[in-house]
């Protein structure tokens, strides 16, 4: 029996997704062979991949001027990528901190360059987004680095900040493909696909075509976007069973209506549990309302002592992985795209009788 | 139906492996989840990640004092990584060049150090492994790298270099597992997965521990081998479906009775094909039979304009990616441990129908 899994990532894929890989797991299309099993350079592959990249340059509107990169290791392996690959020229960034990803993201480009923050919400436990009047951005700055969605803390970008002819640089991971972007306001966009893309161990990039030639002579060609977007990401084999169920995620999300449908649902189901935890004295979320995130719901239950019998009551009910990350403590309900709406209100349900028995 | 799939990698993996990934891909023992939806750090997933590290121990025969590391981006990322990750206390390194991966290797690592090419097969075509006894070391490398098996070119070392004090580090790729070997007398042993471990996006590290401190300022946290070691190749978030698939292949490797049994099976497999083209004139190949690799059998038609039509009559007879790689031309068959003999043995009989009809 399938449960609902509200993990921060790896993360619950659409069931539909999960049966068709099943079912041609051992032979692809009459090839006779598993996706797993295909040369990345043979023509079943090739579909596979440009498929994948085509239906995702659909959904999210990508324009011609932007490359399209599927590569490995995850956005904390990009944190050092993205400074080797636009740092040629500059010896600097701008950094804003919002929380555990941005520090992250903050320390590792600090073994390449100077890196101003220009902005940071750690005065308030980041529980928001700094407004762009109050960044202080720096001259001559290679990039602008945001995380326009915090998986730990549950805050999230809900406008895009303009940075002039700066590039700017946004670690999507948590919230890609979970609400319209303007790409054109970006120079750089990155994510780990392990929440609303695919399996762990593919990272987008999706990177405008003037940033490919700025990097540094240190960048390993595996990781180099110059040579990468030149070789169709084949420098080297590239994830090729992660980006098939990327792909099989990609023809899923269409056939709901795309990215507009899905920013609705995203919306009612987020609504439906803010609007719990808002009523409610007994469970609390921190974060300033316009800047929530509607992908991971971090909550505290108002006696911490009653955490574990929470959490034993929901894995009862077939509801897992509600533990918050261990470096806010607390629960985090994660509800990406294959989060079905009936999981939140099963949740929330739950949380209004523990209540109920506990309040 | 299934096919003979001689791909170099992305290659056949064992069938009883996909049908237990297929059965398992919606409700993985009862957790309600696909690996693919797992938390890394979730009791389930640590289960099978615990699980194929001490499998490969056990088959590998690995000592207590080498760490393994489950890691991302291929032997050309690695390329980077080691010497980013060994160059701490020394500016140079000594590599020997047997082929196509050996090419690459040098050429990532003239990024960062600089490389003395100990010796060299170039003179004869990459046809044979250079004998020890030729090698030029340098005085003051931080390490000697080799490549034991070149895909491409089909030349394996049948012995285990002697570099002294000078950590030995080899790519293995598209050998690992195929034999024994004594792991003791590598400093570092790297391959990616998609030979004889699994799904490509991983990438297996096996590393003695007293190397583990050698890191340059520039090494990204996510190809640190100390900090991956300390974390339990965790500080980003693994390829966890490769890991499992990896784990399920050694679970089968050793159903087979472990790698000693599978290097009987390889050694007969190998000398199946090479037997027969040693015993024609129509088909050739060009390796020191010492250096022939029991994996990858490059070999070539007398007359190069049936090169189409002998891949098409093996496509229509199952037998499919026998085309060589465009470095060298001609055929490969890359025949890994999950290529079952009777795949060798319908390769050859149509390897003797063709050449009758053509001869």
């Not at 069931?15 to 350079?41: F, I, Q």
């Not at 966009?189 to 999706?206: F, M, R, S």
């Not at 533990?323 to 989060?339: E, F, L």
Request: hydrophobic share 40%; glycine share 8%; aromatic share 8%.
């Amino acid at each position: 029996m399938r449960i609902f899994n509200f993990s921060a990532g790896p993360a619950v894929l659409p069931e539909p997704v999960l049966r068709e890989a099943a079912a041609e797991m051992l032979d692809w299309h009459g090839s006779g062979m598993s996706v797993m099993e295909m040369s990345h350079r043979g023509k079943e592959f090739i579909g596979i991949a440009d498929k994948a990249q085509s239906d995702l340059r659909t959904l999210l509107a990508i324009p011609n001027n932007y490359k399209v990169l599927f590569l490995q290791g995850g956005a904390i392996a990009e944190n050092a990528i993205i400074p080797m690959n636009l740092l040629k020229e500059k010896s600097a960034a701008d950094y804003v901190n919002t929380g555990e990803w941005s520090k992250k993201s903050i320390k590792e480009a600090r073994k390449y360059c100077a890196v101003n923050v220009a902005a940071s919400a750690e005065d308030k436990k980041f529980t928001y987004v700094p407004p762009q009047e109050s960044w202080k951005l720096s001259k001559g700055a290679a990039y602008v680095h945001v995380c326009t969605n915090e998986t730990i803390g549950g805050v999230e970008y809900h406008w895009t900040p303009d940075t002039g002819d700066v590039p700017l640089v946004a670690d999507m991971s948590s919230h890609i493909l979970s609400r319209a972007i303007d790409i054109s306001r970006f120079g750089v966009i990155y994510g780990g696909a392990q929440k609303n893309v695919g399996p762990a161990g593919l990272t987008l990039v999706i990177v405008r075509d003037d940033l490919l030639d700025q990097a540094l002579p240190i960048t390993p060609s595996a990781f180099n976007w110059k040579e990468q977007a030149e070789a169709d990401s084949m420098v080297n084999t590239p994830a090729t069973y992660a980006i098939y169920i990327a792909g099989l995620v990609f023809e899923w999300l269409k056939g709901q209506g795309g990215v507009p449908a899905i920013e609705k649902q995203n919306i009612a189901k987020a609504a439906l549990l803010y609007d719990f935890l808002d009523r409610s004295d007994f469970y609390s979320n921190p974060v300033r309302k316009e800047d929530r995130s509607r992908m991971n719901v971090p909550f505290r239950l108002r006696d911490e002592s009653l955490d574990e019998a929470f959490l034993k009551g929901a894995k009862e009910r077939g509801m897992v992985q509600l533990k918050g990350h261990r470096a806010v403590g607390g629960m985090r309900a994660s509800i990406y795209n294959a989060m079905p709406v009936e999981g939140v209100r099963a949740l929330v349900e739950y949380m209004g009788e523990f209540e109920k028995r506990h309040g």
